[in-house]
């Protein structure tokens, strides 16, 4: 597949870029995507929910009243988790929500979300990102130009831009993400996918390891 190049004017450079056929246009598989997606936002959880249970709420052993007589049901520790205070019945407690996959079904995972941006055309090049310092506004120019504004993009590129990244964490709906670093939930939740300068060979050789 063969992707024109764009300018930050949003013109044709006369340049095009070939993206590989075995990252950008194979059969996509979409529990592959649900599995690495479901990882990747199970990874987001800290895990360090916690209520205190019985044995842990600071409240006096002492029996409450007497055992037999009141006419009411047996009460031994005002900790019990009947009594407003108590401590909780099977609480939340800290835990690891990571989802083990296998490594080529990241892989897998990666190529057929590209895929899909392949398919519906929303994939769009650039030749260059280079900014003159950190400005917002000269970003949301570039995205303006390219037709990518009200939508979510990701922006892509082959190594780290501090300049770039400053300019553009502001910009509501827009993220920016290293082409070696590029995971499967990023791909799928943006509408579309902006390739800075060689970033395709980048995930391409990242992907066919």
């Given at each position: 597949m063969e992707l024109t190049v764009l300018n930050k004017e949003g013109k044709s450079t006369g340049k095009k870029i070939t993206l590989s056929d075995d990252v950008f246009a194979i059969e996509p598989n979409n529990h592959a995507i649900y599995l690495d997606v479901k990882?990747?936002?199970?990874?987001?959880?800290?895990?360090?929910?916690?209520?205190?249970?019985?044995?842990?709420?600071?409240?006096?052993?002492?029996?409450?009243?007497k055992q037999k007589g009141t006419g009411g049901a047996r009460a031994g520790s005002r900790k019990s988790p009947v009594f407003v205070g108590g401590g909780r019945?099977?609480?939340?407690?800290?835990?690891?929500?990571?989802?083990?996959?296998?490594?080529?079904?990241?892989?897998?995972?990666?190529?057929?979300?590209?895929?899909?941006?392949a398919k519906s055309d929303s994939i769009v090049a650039i030749d260059s990102f280079a900014i003159d310092g950190?400005?917002?506004?000269?970003?949301?120019s570039i995205l303006k130009n390219l037709n990518l504004t009200g939508q979510k993009t990701l922006v892509v590129v082959p190594s780290y831009d501090k300049s770039a990244y400053l300019s553009i964490r502001n910009i509501p709906g827009q993220?920016?993400?290293?082409?070696?670093?590029?995971?499967?939930?990023?791909?799928?939740n943006s509408g579309k996918i902006l390739l800075v300068d060689n970033s395709h060979e980048v995930i391409a050789k990242y992907l066919n390891n």
């Open positions: 990882r990747y936002l199970a990874a987001q959880r800290t895990g360090t929910h916690k209520s205190k249970e019985r044995a842990e709420v600071a409240y006096s052993t002492k029996k409450l009243k019945i099977f609480g939340p407690r800290p835990r690891n929500y990571d989802i083990k996959i296998n490594e080529k079904v990241k892989q897998l995972a990666k190529k057929s979300a590209l895929s899909h941006k950190a400005k917002t506004k000269t970003m949301v993220q920016m993400r290293i082409a070696a670093e590029l995971n499967t939930y990023d791909i799928m």
